[in-house]
Structures are given as structure tokens and as C-alpha cells.
T-cell receptor, first 117, second 113 residues
């Protein structure tokens, strides 16, 4: 079974500061993918960044980077130079990498990020 | 690419009524997922379609729930005899590639009174 743990229910950060959102995972799959999604108050889940378990380098997408530490089973999201529009719920998710099957996402409970002006 | 759309966005119904939700995935995406999200939780997988075939269902999908994707395009999720515990956000997602990221719609928020 796969499990995602996000231990920070809420984070408060000053605008323009960097913020790290924690995510640890557990899986018995030899290959897997890790995702971060943003959910604003409107409800839509917005894909931010992806890390494959065999990727040698940490993923980056603009102001988002994923700090992947495989031995520690952690996949923290780093947002640089935070903006007011970054205020939202953030979910870490994972799925196994298998040739068959649903490839369904397993989500953590989320972290509510609030950016203060 | 107009994104994943869902209809309605909000639904209020009385306990015991049936409701149906619709999801239109991104046009070239042959894989479609339904998730349910309750307040303060992350989404939980309900069911998966590849084209018109429903290939996997979660234990969360009780016999009151049924989903279809008749022509491999849009999908419907029906809940019969709704219960207050069915109150949640129902999210639809689609993807083209087996190992690709899933793109989510805006969700349908169901309130059962």
C-alpha cells in the first residue's frame, strides 16, 4: 500500500520569502512517481511538479522545486519568492509506476499555505 | 485544449434523492478518473476508465454509486439514495499517458441535507 504524510496542517509565510512544504511517503513499489498539486479556494487541483523515483536530479518548474531524498522517503516542495497568489492548499501525491493498472494517485491530507503581505 | 470540465459545479439535494454528475475530459485523453474529497482531506480514488472500459473501482464505491463512460468521451457518476455522508467534492481527472500527470476539473460540490 502507498501512504503520503503531510505533517504541516498550516503554514504562514511573509510575501517574497521561500517556503518548504514537507511530504514523506511510504511504498513497496520499486518505481513510483511523486506529485505536488495546488488547490485554491475555487477547488480545482492544479498540477505543479513531478518527480520520478529514478530521476537523478531534483525536479524544478519555475519557482517550484522538489527536494527529493529517496533514502529518507521525503519529497518536499520548495516555493521560492512566495507571492500572495500562492495562498492555497497544497497536496503531495504518489502513484506506482506499473505497466498495468489504474495508476491512481494517493494523496496526503494537505498543507494550507497562507502568504502574508 | 479547454481543460477538464464538470457539471454541475454545485448540487444540493435531499437525503434519499438520486444525483448524477458529468465530466468532460480533455479531448484526446483516454484515461479518466473520479475522486472524492471530503472537508479537510486529500482526494480519494473512486474509479478509473480507460476509453469506455471501467477497469478499477475503489471499495469506497458502494453499490449506490455507478459510473459510466459510454463512448469513451464524457463520463457520468450517479449516486442513488443519497446519504449525508455522501456530501463531498467529486473531482474528475484525465490523462493521455499512462505515467503522465492527471489534469483535474473544477469539481462538483455535493451537499446532502
Amino acid at each position: 500500500a502507498q501512504k503520503i504524510t503531510q505533517t504541516q496542517p498550516g503554514m504562514f509565510v511573509q510575501e517574497k520569502e521561500a517556503v518548504t512544504l514537507d511530504c514523506t511517503y511510504d511504498t513497496s513499489d520499486p518505481s513510483y512517481g511523486l506529485f505536488w498539486y495546488k488547490q485554491p479556494s475555487s477547488g480545482e487541483m492544479i498540477f505543479l511538479i513531478y518527480q520520478g523515483s529514478y530521476d537523478q536530479q531534483n525536479a524544478t518548474e519555475g519557482r517550484y522545486s522538489l527536494n527529493f531524498q529517496k533514502a529518507r522517503k521525503s519529497a518536499n516542495l520548495v516555493i521560492s519568492a512566495s507571492q500572495l497568489g500562492d495562498s492555497a492548499m497544497y497536496f503531495c501525491a504518489m502513484r506506482g509506476i506499473k505497466p498495468q493498472g489504474a495508476q491512481k494517485l494517493v494523496f496526503g491530507q494537505g498543507t494550507r499555505l497562507t502568504i502574508n503581505p | 485544449d479547454t481543460g477538464v470540465s464538470q457539471d454541475p459545479r454545485h448540487k444540493i439535494t435531499k437525503r434519499g434523492q438520486n444525483v448524477t454528475f458529468r465530466c468532460d475530459p480533455i479531448s484526446e485523453h483516454n484515461r479518466l478518473y473520479w475522486y472524492r474529497q471530503t472537508l479537510g482531506q486529500g482526494p480519494e480514488f473512486l474509479t478509473y476508465f480507460q476509453n469506455e472500459a471501467q477497469l478499477e473501482k475503489s471499495r469506497l464505491l458502494s453499490n449506490r454509486f455507478s459510473a459510466e463512460r459510454p463512448k469513451g468521451s464524457f463520463s457520468t457518476l450517479e449516486i442513488q439514495r443519497t446519504e449525508q455522508g455522501d456530501s463531498a467534492m467529486y473531482l474528475c481527472a484525465s490523462t493521455q499517458r499512462t505515467l503522465g500527470e492527471q489534469y483535474f476539473g473544477p469539481g462538483t460540490r455535493l451537499t446532502v441535507t
